[in-house]
């Protein structure tokens, strides 16, 4: 420990926001209530250091552009999430509920990666640990190295020594610097932490993940300012009593943020989920009322989704509306368009939707399959299994186009639906010739139901 004079400072546990003196309210983020005093020292003695040539401006016209060459983590889902691979000297921040399989992920790629040095270092788990769960998941690369450390210093010796070509930290919480007199886990340590991670990354063109557990309210590490000192921020997302996991993309310089990927989880590792459709359309021997296919897309992707609704009578006066993985707010609008145009008594039902899979859906594609699911739990009759929907709906009751539909109708007839419902106005421009799936095309809600329920 260093021995000049300890400082305090208040941190913002919100956004991570320093200040010199306590203050009722955070003037970055506005938050009340949310300084905490630690203890910095001043004089950051800096635990990576660059060599002492210091960069000079160059004419622009020098400076040579390498398309940046990603690396490939055989790992297709997070390869694409990533938007192509690893791009080197990012920082990339994996975040998720303790125990939703972060470190399994991580230690996966770890050890299938092809032909690359990988140093794993855990503040987590001790060696044999990890080594009991590397043998689980199977060790396909001899150049994987395990590390039990967290004092940042003594990882950098490591990384001096064994020069890795992509570091893992696990997890940014447990790390410490000696330039701070404050334990593992506080902001000051965190920030300054991944500000060494940040600086290491960037100085010597090694990607570093580092893996961050989330706080119950949902932010990641606490201090949202992770969130800025990364370029990628990745959330690992699933519910403990599905198999499920989906690795979303909150954040991405080098690419798309709409991607996503899924795994399910085994006994031998995170299984890549390569055709969605397959695992969100429950098998079932028979049909039930209630239960409508949506084609969707997340990201570039198609997929197809069961949308599970439960309409009864409301035995107290208020109905209650409930829904999971779709917006309540949506779920309530689409329900006064079909009271409203569609001559639908609801107000006196309690309605329950839920998507299935613990899946999040924000396309508003969706909304033809909900209204479907609604009714035909309501009426408790069948929509025939081999009907998807494909179609958003406005507000006076008209069903509106939407994007992609060639994809969607492709992902359909290739599961084997036999009929698609969609938008007039989306027939155009889409090749209904030579298909084996028959598209119908509807402007009106009215017309919908017609079809399917008669
Ligand atoms: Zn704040």
Redesign the pocket.
Known sequence: MSKTKNKTAFF??????EYAKWMGK?S????WN?LVEEVVTKEVKKVWTKDKRASKPQAIHKISFKKESRINLNNNELNRVLGGGLVPGSLILLGGEPGIGKSTLLLQVSLKVKGLKILYVSGEESEQQIKMRADRIGIDNEDCFILNETDTQAIFTQVKEIDPDILVIDSIQTLQTNSLDTSAGTISQIRECAGEMQRFAKETGTPVFLIGHITKDGSIAGPKILEHMVDTVLQFEGDRHHGYRLLRSLKNRFGSTAELGIYEMESSGMREVSNPSEILLLQRDEQTSGVAIAATMEGGRPMLIEVQALASSAVYGTPQRSSTGFDIRRLNMLLAIIEKRAGFKLGQKDVFLNIAGGIRVDDPAIDLAVIAAVLSSNYDRFINEKTCFAAEVGLSGEIRSVNFIDQRVSEAEKLGFERIIVSKYNVKGLNAENRKIKILAFSKLEDVFKSIFS
């Open positions: 913002c546990k919100n956004c991570g926001a955070c970055a983020c506005g938050e949310t």
